[in-house]
């Protein structure tokens, strides 16, 4: 706090909702950030790893907000790409002085459960022994395909069915 033309200058306070934040490539993120401070007070994001927020970029937003003496700013990304991850910083500035706060974006690495891929080829020769006797025989082989275990199970049936016409 300064003293300052007969005014009293208040430093302002700004926090993080969450100092850490995932997000999934090709997706939207928001961070945000609220600060108490005086009327004059600017609020601004920037990257802590020297990349620039592109103003000219239509993927981030920066939006604010007055809730009473509560300032808040959000931060909207689009379409997340891997140089997005790393660490922003929200900074309030007035006369009184300037604070930041940090929010650390990481990568969110989903899992994916293993999927099953049953395919069935089927064959049927029919043998023809007199006219009164046909040999039906149907082959039916089933491959079990499970991604992530390279894995391939195989099985067999033969089915021989004698018809007395």
């Not at 939006?63 to 009473?68: T, V």
């Not at 006219?131 to 390279?150: A, F, G, H, M, V």
Request: charged fraction near 20%; glycine fraction near 4%.
């Amino acid at each position: 706090m300064a003293l300052f033309n007969d005014y009293t200058l208040v430093l302002p306070s700004i926090r993080a909702q969450s100092t850490l934040t995932y997000g999934i490539i090709g997706t939207s993120t928001h961070l945000r950030c609220s600060a108490t401070a005086p009327f004059d007070t600017s609020l601004y994001w920037r990257r802590i790893d020297n990349n620039n927020i592109s103003s000219q970029s239509p993927r981030f937003r920066q939006q604010q907000h007055i809730h009473g003496e509560l300032l808040h700013t959000t931060l909207y990304i689009k379409d997340l790409e891997k140089a997005d991850f790393g660490l922003y910083a929200c900074h309030a500035e007035s006369k009184g002085g300037r604070s930041k706060a940090t929010i650390e974006l990481k990568e969110h690495h989903h899992s994916t459960t293993p999927t099953t891929t049953t395919t069935i080829h089927t064959s049927t020769i029919y043998q023809i022994l007199d006219k009164n006797e046909i040999i039906l025989t149907t082959t039916s082989r089933t491959q079990l395909l499970k991604r992530n275990k390279s894995k391939i199970k195989v099985f067999c049936a033969n089915i021989e069915l004698r018809l007395f016409v």
